[in-house]
């Protein structure tokens, strides 16, 4: 039996994005996350007993800020040398970017890859052929694999490849190969490193991507962590994901009734997010809210964003504290349905509800309005125009949501206004 820690995408001291400016968000734990999640991987190859540790790219984030990366990194390692468990490393993309210009000496208990050819290290004992080979640049295009050894006969052969095979969403396509390719390589196991999302891409041999260990922003949500992996001769491989995350990152969407008001909105907030962190076993949240459905609480909601967001955030205080943060409030809602309804009073008010109906009932009109603002989208500095909130001209189903979110400011500025006559 052959027992190992499959880990990839550590991106050490790498911070948790968005947070940092947040008011009451503990500056240091987030500064700290990266660390805490690694530390609980280590705990985990020590309490495990494991014969080895894999680690297979972007172990760092590019180069140092200082030695405090570096030195943290050879005091975990040395907890390892101590339990006589050695740590096998292929270097991804971001630890190629850093050059590794300011790299300590390791314990020996630590092999890094050559990023030069691919390499074979055996480990006698336990009859286990590793193979790898590290980047050497961070923008890898050629297909490493195809480059691999032959299996050595009587050895458990495993491959370690930072990859993004034939391309998964979100991930630069470095080192592109495919499944096939991996499978002729006629090894036992293949563990890849790259892609942030824990992924079994095949049982048999298994090719596992283990994902990262701590997420550091909205799009790695969920549970992240290490893989621990038992070979044995009479049995299928065991492959098991433990959670070794510290904080993190979920998506909540609060689908709202129709005769929902702002209040009612805040009540099924607390209710749903309630559920998301007993999901989560209670651990630190990071949430990204977003309340949907034709509702009556519309208005108030999109009249008036930016107190919404305040109400939304004070609502997670007052209920959970310092446990949960709100990254962002989205407000994807719209007007119910005012069929069978009497029209609404003479003035700008009807004269707006009419052509904000034309627009949204129109696909050519929404396209036209769509067109007059490409030019004014292309002159917003390039951080908005990058931003996931960022206006869509192009697109017919966030032109839709721009001109409800629009038509809601309008109305309750128009109703503001009567109110004062």
Known sequence: ?????????????????????????????????????????????????????????????GDWKDYHTGLYFVRQMHRLKTAGIAVYIVSGNHDAAGQMTRRLPYPDNVHLFDHRRPQTRRIED?????HGQSFARPAVLDNLARGYPEPLPGYVNIGLLHTSLNGREG???????????????????????HVHQFEIVSPDPPVVFPGCIQGRHIRETGAKGGILVTLSEDAPPDIIHHACDVIRWTRLEIALPAAATPQAALGLFVTD??????????????????????????????GDLAHWNEAVRSAAMAEFGEQVWIEKVRVATRPPSQSGKPAVDPGPLQEMEQVVSEILSDDGLLATLGDALTRLFQKLPAEYRQSSEALAPNNPVRMRQTVEEAHALLKRGLLKETHRQ
Not at 126 to 130: G, N, P, R
Not at 177 to 184: G, K, P, R, V
């Open 1 to 61: 039996m052959i027992k190992f820690i499959h880990t990839a995408d550590i991106h050490l001291d790498s911070p948790l994005h968005r947070l940092e400016t947040y008011e009451g968000a503990p500056a240091a734990d987030i500064r700290q996350a990266s660390r805490r999640a690694f530390e609980n991987l280590i705990d985990l190859a020590l309490d495990e007993a494991v014969h080895f540790v894999l680690i297979t790219g972007d172990l760092f984030d």
């Open 126 to 130: 336990l009859k286990v052929a590793l």
């Open 171 to 193: 991930h630069a396509p470095y080192a592109p190969c495919t499944l096939e390719d991996l499978h002729n390589r006629g090894y036992d196991y293949w563990a890849l490193g």
């Open 273 to 302: 997010l309630a559920m998301e962190v007993r999901r989560h076993d209670s651990l630190p949240l990071i949430v990204r809210a977003t309340f949907s459905g034709a509702t009556a609480a519309h208005g108030a909601m999109a």
